[in-house]
């Protein structure tokens, strides 16, 4: 088994900094012959080798400290589980704030194709040497790129159309039990009775959160087209997540580039559809910015977080990681929108803390 650290340190690397093609050679030989969910992707090399190897010894320790350090994020399925959510939850603001500017459907499509030629950019080597794999495994990654990639963001971006993003996160609370039912219908496993006891407290914290301290307000909380609309796209992440499993054992950056493709491809005829007859991107920088972001931060980097977490700790574990939306939506909307911190916030934050606890933490 080839761990990151050692891998560098039998490399003998030229002083001066590297060119990006012999990073993507040097990336491409480290992952020959290895355990490919032991591998970082290039993206993450990238980072770490294309600045000067340094001559000195402090700035060569802090070189090494950078290489471990990103080694051992992508070994930690909890730090890009989290990243993966926080990422996720700037979509919705995005979604929300980008009505009327960016259509839900074109918004997808765009933040799928500029994915996809980011990744193609960055894992070009991998993607070639894993080609016949994928097209041996085109099924379950046509399913995987149907209910992840083309269904949940484009539903989530037509709910944002007429809901509120109170509500969407709201009811992506739900997406942790609907991933245990996938499981179990799929697969036959059954939750344990910690898991869905720290399901329901991370419920009650997320309730919290939405009602803003004040139940009444949660009962206030109406189901229009727009709730429908976001419950489907948790439907179909959840499926996405169940499924992951039965992915083919390719580099993940060609996993992304599978999926991406193929969602960006369903997606083609409905934005075509959508830009001659419904309505078009409104040629304003607020635009260009929304798409940017959705498509490196919750589109490029939350995707391989997310899968790379599902890997190391499976769907269960990784569903409850939803619950913190919440959290990062109102740490968001406290530092972008100049909202207030109360004391609800911290009610909910412990509430999905200590239910997260319990679902995620295991027995020795």
Same mark, same amino acid.
């Given at each position: ?82 990243? $993966?959510?926080?990422?996720? &939850? #700037?979509?919705?603001? %995005?979604?929300? +704030? ?7 459907? @074109? !918004? ?111 009962? $206030?909380?109406?189901?229009? &087209? #727009?709730?429908?609309? %976001?419950?489907? +796209? ?7 997540? @169940? !499924? ?121």
């Amino acid at each position: 088994m080839i761990e990151f650290s050692a891998e560098f340190s039998r490399c003998e690397l030229p002083h001066g900094c590297l060119s990006v093609r012999s990073i993507f050679e040097r990336a491409s030989d480290l992952t020959l012959g290895a355990q490919i969910h032991h591998a970082p992707p290039p993206i993450l090399w990238l980072i770490a080798m294309s600045y000067p190897e340094p001559a000195g010894p402090p700035a060569r320790k802090f070189y090494d400290v950078v290489k471990f350090a990103i080694s051992r994020v992508w070994h930690s399925p909890y730090i890009l589980l989290a990243l $993966a959510v926080l990422f996720w &939850s #700037g979509n919705f603001i %995005v979604g929300r +704030a980008t009505t009327g500017i960016v259509p839900p459907i @074109a !918004l997808a499509f765009w933040r799928w194709t500029l994915g996809l030629i980011l990744v193609v950019a960055v894992g070009a080597p991998q993607i070639r040497r894993d080609w016949p794999m994928l097209k041996k495994h085109w099924p379950i990654l046509l399913l995987l790129g149907g209910f992840g990639i083309a269904a949940f963001n484009t539903l989530v971006y037509v709910g944002l159309q007429t809901t509120t993003a109170v509500n969407a996160l709201l009811l992506q609370s739900a997406m942790p039990v609907i991933i245990l039912a996938a499981v179990f219908l799929l697969y036959g496993e059954r939750a344990s009775v910690r898991q869905a006891l720290g399901v329901l407290i991370s419920i009650c914290g997320v309730a919290v959160i939405a009602a803003r301290g004040d139940w009444g307000a949660l009962a $206030a909380l109406s189901l229009n &087209s #727009g709730d429908v609309w %976001v419950l489907a +796209a948790v439907a179909a992440y959840a499926m996405y997540s @169940a !499924l992951l499993r039965k992915r083919p054992a390719v580099h993940p950056l060609s996993f992304l580039a599978a999926t991406f493709a193929i969602g960006a491809a369903m997606l083609l005829p409905l934005y075509v559809y959508e830009h001659l007859t419904v309505a078009r991107v409104e040629p304003v920088w607020a635009a260009s910015l929304a798409v940017a972001y959705v498509a490196v931060f919750p589109g490029f980097l939350s995707y391989l977080f997310f899968n790379r977490g599902v890997e190391l700790a499976g769907a269960n574990m990784a569903g409850h990681f939803v619950h913190l939306m919440p959290i990062f939506g109102s740490g968001l909307a406290i530092l972008l929108l100049g909202e207030r911190f109360a004391s609800f916030h911290l009610v909910g934050a412990t509430l999905i803390g200590i239910g997260l606890g319990l679902a995620t933490i295991r027995r020795s």
